[in-house]
């Protein structure tokens, strides 16, 4: 596995094994890798010859100075969990992805629309900086596939975005999201919940699940679904909801009456503790036909995936 830190060379090793005729695998992360992100790796390994990952802490997407301070930075530990899929690990400092910083750079991307609702207005500029780091990877890398997780769905969705409109040559793949067994989603920033928080935290899960049981039961306002997901919420004193949703999958419009469930997400933020976590969920599971374990967590989640148990895959995406 090569450890590159600079876009060239970065992007000499991509083209010399497109030279030699084998397909490229990217994923980008933040770092502090977790099975969330293996998953991205082990299914780029599995579909293309050569696997880059990214690991930039990306400081154009963060709005709060306190948030970008506390992200986890695990390079070692980054290290030894790529090297089971990937052949080419790009790690740029800041100034190798932005010359000009700490001045942001005078071209940035905007993505109309999908941006502006849910995260977008939760937390402003975040996704023009994951738009623009995520244009600048994509033109290091070049042709290629790009993997990202269904957890970020916003972020898929205005990557999409970006991709068509800027007629990138990138195929981007959205993949389920992993699970710990108790149903939160793995997410870097779990590591800076305390013991209560933790187990808090597992009503975002849970609130979703809520919400797909009144889908489930029938219920076609989004109103009512919304608060129901709410009610789950409230239940725990040290997680404040940002907001709680019922969307068109594709638009992210949130209908005032839920039509078809086959094209519908549920979504979710909220505060817990120092912690902002977001999740999410399809509106009816693939797999809810097959035999399943009762419980909420099961009917949200789905069975174990046999090659990560005992965590838990979400068969959706
Ligand atoms: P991050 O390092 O948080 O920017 O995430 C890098 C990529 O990993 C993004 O495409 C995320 O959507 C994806 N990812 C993060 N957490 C999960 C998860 N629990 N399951 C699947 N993908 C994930």
């Not at 071209?107 to 023009?128: C, L, N, Q, Y």
């Not at 809520?210 to 040290?238: D, F, I, K, Q, Y």
């Not at 976590?277 to 797999?287: F, G, R, T, Y």
Request: hydrophobic share 50%; net charge negative; proline share 7%.
């Amino acid at each position: 596995m090569d450890v590159v830190h600079t876009r060239a060379a970065c992007a000499d090793a991509l083209d010399r094994a497109r030279a030699a005729d084998r397909t490229v695998g990217l994923v980008p992360t933040m770092g502090a890798l977790h099975a969330g992100h293996t998953s991205l790796i082990a299914r780029a390994r599995a579909e293309c010859d050569v696997v880059v990952v990214t690991i930039f802490v990306n400081p154009l997407q963060f709005g709060d100075p306190d948030d970008i301070a506390a992200y986890p930075r695990t390079l070692d530990h980054d290290l030894a969990c790529a090297e089971a899929g990937a052949d080419v690990v790009f790690v740029p400092s800041v100034r190798e992805m932005y010359p000009s910083w700490p001045d942001p750079p005078a071209t940035t991307v905007s993505v109309r629309g999908v941006s502006e609702v849910w995260e977008g207005a939760s937390r402003p500029g975040h996704f023009d900086g994951v738009a623009t780091v995520v244009a600048k990877l994509f033109s290091v890398a070049g042709r290629c596939r790009a993997y990202f997780g269904l957890k970020d769905f916003q972020q898929l969705a205005v990557v999409r975005q970006l991709t068509e409109d800027l007629a990138l040559p990138v195929e981007v793949v959205g993949c389920p999201i992993v699970r710990e067994p108790d149903g939160l989603a793995f997410s870097s920033r779990n590591v800076r919940l305390s013991p209560a928080e933790r187990a808090a935290a597992t009503v975002l899960s849970r609130a979703l699940a809520a919400g797909r049981a009144a889908l489930a039961g029938g219920e076609r306002s989004s109103v009512a679904v919304r608060a129901a997901m709410r009610a789950v919420v409230e239940t725990e004193p040290l997680v404040d909801l940002d907001y709680a949703a019922v969307v068109d999958a594709r638009t992210l419009a949130d209908p005032a009456h839920v039509g078809d469930l086959a094209g519908v997400r549920l979504l979710i933020a909220a505060r817990v503790g120092p912690v902002r976590l977001i999740d999410n969920c399809a509106a009816v599971a693939e797999d809810l036909a097959v035999a399943m374990p009762t419980g909420s967590q099961a009917a949200l989640h789905g069975v174990p995936h046999p090659a990560d148990a005992p965590r838990q895959l979400e068969r959706i995406g």
